[in-house]
């Protein structure tokens, strides 16, 4: 069951996308990052998946603290890495209160800005696995004065899944296996896939990038990844 309701988060109410399947569970829980286009038909749809293959799915609206109707590219420009990361916690908080949930059975996914969020929030809470897809960014500050989400590395206590294209720019395969390195450094449990003929958003199919082959190998992949961790 798929429907829109509000969770209390740090800065005030945020929406949240949740699906729970049906049945008594218990399910594990998936925390959605969405892309820079927020709660559109595409992280919908990504909930909606996850929720068919059992598993309780949540989206958070990272944007809340933005005015309603601000275009996506200015909001995503307020973004806080530290906020990002409490407003993935509540999520899971609430995700895991739910009745059907698996008690400390928790994972992350996001796509593009929200690869780069799943990340992060793999960073700062004790989750179980987390899937990146075609995170930009990990590299760089998102701000002046802020440090780099790859900083934050150490922190990383679970597998991590990663899918990229070979023709992305953003992060390009060069960004890949900078990542690969550091998290190779640091003993880090990780698993990265490079699709030849894909570049960002291979998996959105509302976008023109969208390649089927790569998506759904894509998802083959995490979800017999999440089925094996949580």
Known sequence: MIKTTAIDA???????????????GPFPTIVVAHHRWGLDEFTQNVVERLNGSGFIAGAPNFYHRRPMGEDSGESM?????????????????????????????????GHCMGGRHAFLGATGHPFKAAVMLYGGNILVPRAAGKPAAITRAAGINCPLLGFFGKEDKNPSPADMEAIDAELTRLGKKHEFHAYDGAGHAFQNYADARYREAASEDAWRRLLAFFR???
């Open 10 to 24: 740090q800065g005030g109410k945020m929406d949240l996308i949740l699906g729970i399947p049906d049945g008594n």
């Open 228 to 230: 094996e961790t949580l």
């Open 77 to 109: 420009k307020f973004l806080d890495d530290d906020e990002v990361i409490a407003d993935i916690k509540a999520t899971t908080a609430h995700l895991q209160a739910q009745p059907q949930a698996k008690p400390g059975i928790e994972g992350v996914i």
